[in-house]
């Protein structure tokens, strides 16, 4: 074993960036290792993890992990069971870096106690930042952490702001690919089903995100995200539609200069750029190839069609409770579609719904976060219900 090594926590192994983390980290000859890995409920996937990587830890965040056969981790593993141990992996020294990939709300607490463990957290999980963007930031301040983004589009952003000062940036210009739907007739929304919402015409993403892509909440939450992870006000953040997803976010400057990020779309980039970072080293991404003919297209979004994106800004100036309680209802909502309860069309104003009446909280805690995301959720299902 290399004791050089970068020790990687990758909470969510088994959710497509988890993969996608572990191919980095087996392909970066010795630069990193997996020390530990995690995930809810695919436990013989997890198996097949650990046979590989052989981390330190494995954790099954589901209780439902007692009843299952684990004879199958290779000698030195050991196994951890229940949510906490998420919280309480993080700060050994076995950790360097917290590659924080679990889905929603349930990776707030972990990523939560990295950062007050001091350890660098590489950030997959948009609700982190969008439910308690200011709070995370200011931990972070506070202990000496660093958040590192993984979202493409935030990489992007990141690594663009190396080209100048924080207080030359004019915008950050997020890009989005519009998803599958975005020349279809606006009378046709209404019919779309769940099969052809998960058909995403460039990424290959889990469900929710892929949802999320079509309706363009993704986008909205990324506003939200990018507001308190770079310092910026809302109205210094736009989003232009960009097809091909090969320009991932650009950086104008006061002086006029945009300064742009490009690569073919493949995750395994932001994420190498995040586990390695400040060094940039040889990798598996997918390249351009510059002796082929290609364009790229740019055109502002439809309001109409993308109504999510209202609802992003909102959230983005008002700060304090609005971020969590839409990140919240829009996770229920798109459990809903999934699920046959609500159409694909009812996902945002369901949202907009909840959003409008909740008890807004201008300076909440992590408690009252906790319980307003639970809130949410439950105005979601009788919101379904009517």
Sequence with gaps: ????????????STGSIGVSALEVIKASGGRLRASVLSAHSRFAQLVEQAQA??????IASDKAATRFDWSGLPAGTELLVGAEALDEIVSRDCVDIVLAAIVGSAGLQSTWSALESKKTVALANKETLVSAGPMMTRLA?????????????????????QAGQLAEVQRLVL????????????????TVTVSEALEHPIWNM???????SATMMNKALEIIEARWLFGVEADQISVVIHPQSIVHSLVEFIDGSVVAQMSPPDMRLPI????????????????????????LEFEPPDPERFPALQLGYECARAGGTSGAVLSAANEAAVGAFLGGELHFTEIVPACRSILDAHNF???PTLNQLV???????EEISNWVCI
């Design 175 to 190: 890009t989005a690919s519009g998803g599958p739907f975005r020349n279809l007739p606006l009378e046709e929304l209404k």
């Design 53 to 58: 990587h052989r981390p330190q830890y494995v």
């Design 371 to 377: 319980e307003i995301d639970r809130w949410a959720r």
């Design 141 to 161: 301040h506070k202990f000496g952490a660093l958040i590192l983004p993984v979202d493409s589009e935030h990489s992007a952003i990141f690594q663009a702001l």
């Design 1 to 12: 074993m290399n004791s050089l090594a970068k020790q990687i926590a990758v909470l969510g």
């Design 361 to 363: 909280n201008a300076n």
């Design 272 to 295: 190498q750029y995040a586990l390695n970072y400040p060094d940039r080293t040889p990798g598996i991404a997918k390249r351009l190839d510059w002796s082929q003919a290609f364009a």
């Design 206 to 212: 889990g469900p929710k995100i892929t949802v999320d």
